[in-house]
């Protein structure tokens, strides 16, 4: 079974051939390295135009977020933030998801010599591009039993902790 690998990547002011062309380089590489790839642009089918990617009706806003989390993230083993080095409030939400509530893995990816920041120690890992990402994924998590054992020592640390924080709060 290949681990499925979740493409977060801002998509806000960027123009639509950026996003597109950025999300297929990445799942090229990524499946030529064994992994399954779920991208949002490529999923919901953003044209390959020199236009922004517009802004869509809430109802349609709704229906693709449904799709992104329910579908896309949660089947998913990994998250890859393709983006690391630029803002998006909607990737910082969709890494806090994975990490914090389904507690994921989560890579980032920021240029060579980026400023050190706290994603640097939050994150599994910051890799400085796609190849490099891809060869740790593979090293750490690139079989299903790797990824179990790295996600039932997570549930074994972490719920024991989560009852602990979630009790003591009881009293602030």
Same mark, same amino acid.
Request: aromatic share 4%; glycine share 4%.
């Given at each position: 079974?290949?681990?499925?690998?979740?493409?977060?990547? $801002?998509?806000?002011?960027?123009?639509?051939?950026?996003?597109?062309? $950025?999300a297929e380089y990445c799942k090229k590489v990524l499946e030529g390295l064994g992994f399954e790839v779920w991208s949002p642009s490529i999923i919901e089918k953003v044209p390959k135009t020199d236009e922004t990617l517009g802004v869509t009706s809430k109802e349609d806003l709704l229906y693709k977020w449904i799709i992104d989390k329910k579908v896309g993230m949660m089947g998913c083993h990994i998250i890859l933030d393709i983006d690391g080095h630029l803002f998006s409030e909607g990737v910082s939400i969709e890494r806090g998801f994975m990490r914090w509530y389904a507690w994921r893995p989560v890579i980032r990816i920021k240029p060579t010599g980026h400023v050190y920041s706290i994603s640097d120690i939050e994150d599994d890992f910051i890799a400085s591009n796609v190849k490099q990402a891809g060869a740790i994924m593979k090293r750490r998590w690139g079989t299903r039993r790797k990824w179990i054992m790295w996600k039932l020592s997570h549930i074994l640390f972490g719920i024991p902790k989560l009852i602990y924080v979630q009790v003591s709060s009881l009293w602030l």
């Open positions: 079974m290949k681990l499925k690998v979740y493409l977060a990547q $801002k998509m806000t002011g960027l123009t639509c051939r950026e996003i597109r062309t $950025k």
